[in-house]
T-cell receptor, first 111, second 116 residues
């Protein structure tokens, strides 16, 4: 099915562990984004990518790593998870002059 | 640096009355502006956008927004609110001239409550 999918939908991990959130889109959109949503902060941009192998930091990049070896995939890795990274994470993609299309989100809990 | 502000955490309106959700922005050039809606435990759904052209843009579900360059605003409006419009609304801005390219920044969100 066409669209943007995130996996897993829910994840519980322990402090200090590495965890990777996956994002896959089928539109061949050039641009992809990772946001985190926290109460009182809205959506904050973590990283974004303009094309394969081109990524850049957003508003809150510390503690996160991204890669984009293929246009359709944009995984987000928490290198050593902390409780402050408990959040809902949204992946999105867009073409040059279009709106962004969002995935359903991944609810991550760090214990 | 680009930024967007939604000055109201919450907006309350009676069903049938007009609603306005406010948004102001700051970018170095001409912005791309967006409104999204989020229902509980769901992702964000696109409502409308301003890229260029007519300052009044119409979107999904009867919503519209007016781009005001002098006031750097992009307020979301609907002539007659429905209870089903109750949700979390986000304004977003993209600076197409930013050298980093297409970074899209969101506001903190405004929760809309429509009372029957």
């Amino acid at each position: 099915d066409a669209g943007i999918t995130q996996s897993p939908r829910y994840k519980i991990t322990e402090t200090g562990r590495q965890v990777t959130l996956m994002c896959h889109q089928t539109w061949s959109h050039s641009y992809m984004f990772w946001y985190r949503q926290d109460l009182g902060h809205g959506l904050r941009l973590i990283y974004y990518s303009a094309a394969a192998d081109i990524t850049d930091k957003g508003e809150v990049p510390d503690g996160y790593v991204v890669s984009r070896s293929k246009t359709e995939n944009f995984p987000l890795t928490l290198e050593s998870a902390t409780r402050s990274q408990t959040s809902v994470y949204f992946c999105a993609s867009s073409a040059k002059n279009t709106e962004a299309f969002f995935g359903q989100g991944t609810r991550l809990t760090v214990v | 640096a680009q930024s967007v502000a939604q000055p109201e955490d919450q907006v309350n309106v009676a069903e049938g009355n007009p609603l306005t959700v406010k948004c102001t922005y700051s970018v170095s050039g001409n912005p791309y502006l967006f409104w999204y809606v989020q229902y509980p435990n769901r992702g964000l759904q696109f409502l409308l956008k301003y890229i260029t052209g007519d300052n009044l843009v119409k979107g999904s579900y009867g919503f519209e927004a007016e781009f005001n360059k002098s006031q750097t605003s992009f307020h979301l409006k609907k002539p007659s609110a429905l209870v089903s419009d109750s949700a979390l609304y986000f304004c977003a801005v993209r600076d197409p001239y930013y050298t980093g390219g297409f970074k899209t920044i969101f506001g903190a969100g405004t929760r809309l409550f429509v009372k029957a």
